[in-house]
């Protein structure tokens, strides 16, 4: 075992053959680039992460430009380690790691996660540095193996880079299921604590529905993570692309935490199906009046941003929570539809790909976007004049944009 390609020890050491490999980069640093279909795993990381070394397809080390952190990804065959558990042990013992972790079900498969210390020196003529970090291990689906993350610094920066860290084992995707779930990290830390029975006034019907109890929590966790680390690209070249990323992050999250509430509103309200399928425009104006109502709040000591199952409940929120709440309900029925952003503005608004009364829409990827307002009590497609050029604003997509416009 010990002869199969470098272990997480020896990949540790950087060299001459690294700086090359960041200019010959073979990964792309999104979730449809960054993937292996030998092994069947995809991973969206945050900006500025580089290839720093490779062995094969079943060891990697990334280091990151703007904070000093790494993170090494290793697989294992079952035929090495058939277990989360086992998988992590073997890391423990060759790194000689002081570890605290928990082992739990993520993706209907065994996964382990535990916070570590080491030390490490790439040779005897360095002095050792203490490290720290978190190691995920997650078994693969279709028995291809286990799948190995650490991501570590230095140990006194441990606590200024865990965002970073955290956020880079969090968005692992291993099948088309795992698009629609919260990433491991998350169900790790905030698993589901029992469901809490809602009654809700929707367009003058009462609608129930449930959520788990841990999904404000969980999901406000995540935005406040994300925002931390969305703040060390403030003046840096990557800016957008990680702000992109940042709303994609809670999107992901918050989808089967929103789920239960759009199913709800298509089983109550008939007049939104027609022979075939979903009316988009109707829909649309639906959800729009209903998120138009919230009450504008804002958090500008924290975020600035209302986790969406808060905003769901307590009907409240600023521009770009209900924009992205609006957006995800949309695609959850099964309309195409966009988040658009504008830094110009500091204001967001949703598209819609739908008809309106209106000629306000906003052209991607060879169609218009009926343009719809969510914090003034207008109709779909009616928005300020003071907002329609389309040079001031960028679009965020999603991971489900693929099937939805298939």
Not at 41 to 52: G, H, I, K
Not at 177 to 184: A, H, V
Not at 274 to 290: F, P, R, V, Y
């Amino acid at each position: 075992m010990k002869n199969k390609g470098k272990d997480m020890k020896k990949i540790l050491r950087t060299s001459i053959i690294g700086l090359v490999l960041n200019l010959l980069c073979i990964f792309g640093l999104n979730a449809e680039a960054l993937s292996s279909p030998t092994w069947g795993y995809s991973l969206d990381l945050p900006e500025d992460f580089v290839l720093a070394d490779r062995n094969g397809n079943s060891r990697y080390l990334f280091q990151h430009s703007i904070q000093a952190v790494d993170l090494q990804i290793a697989l294992y065959s079952n035929e090495e380690f058939d277990s989360p558990e086992k998988t992590a042990e073997h890391v423990f013992s060759q790194l000689e790691m002081q570890h605290k972790g928990l082992s739990f079900i993520w993706n209907n498969k065994k996964a382990l996660l535990a916070m570590v210390e080491f030390e490490y020196a790439p040779s005897e003529k360095y002095q050792k540095k203490k490290l720290a970090g978190w190691l995920l291990v997650v078994e693969l689906p279709k028995q291809k193996g286990n799948l190995a993350m650490l991501s570590y610094t230095d140990k006194e920066k441990a606590k200024e880079c865990e965002p970073l860290m955290i956020s880079s084992l969090d968005m692992l995707f291993t099948d088309i299921n795992s698009y629609f779930i919260p990433g491991p990290v998350s169900t790790a830390l905030y698993p589901k604590t029992g469901k809490k029975e809602i009654n809700y006034i929707f367009n003058g019907k009462e609608i129930n529905f449930s959520i788990d109890k841990s999904d404000i929590e969980a999901n406000k966790s995540v935005v406040n993570r994300e925002f931390e680390l969305l703040t060390i690209y403030l003046n840096h070249k990557s800016v957008f692309e990680a702000w992109k990323r940042f709303y994609k992050v809670i999107f992901r999250d918050a989808w089967s935490r929103i789920q239960p509430f759009t199913l709800a509103i298509q089983m109550n309200f008939p007049e939104i199906m027609e022979k075939s399928g979903i009316n988009a425009e109707t829909t649309a104006s639906l959800l729009l009046e209903l998120i138009q109502d919230f009450k504008y709040v804002r958090d500008r000591q924290g975020s600035d941003f209302t986790n969406l199952p808060q905003a769901v409940l307590e009907k409240e929120g600023d521009c770009d929570a209900r924009s992205l709440l609006m957006v995800l309900m949309l695609k959850q029925m099964n309309i195409d539809s966009i988040l658009l952003i504008s830094q110009k503005k500091q204001h967001s608004l949703v598209g819609v790909d739908c008809k309106s009364e209106t000629e306000n829409y906003f052209s991607h990827i060879g169609k218009n976007y009926t343009m719809a307002e969510t914090t003034a009590h207008v109709k779909l497609g009616e928005i300020d004049d003071r907002l329609k050029s389309g040079a001031d604003w960028f679009v965020v997509d999603f991971f489900v944009d693929s099937y939805i416009r298939e």
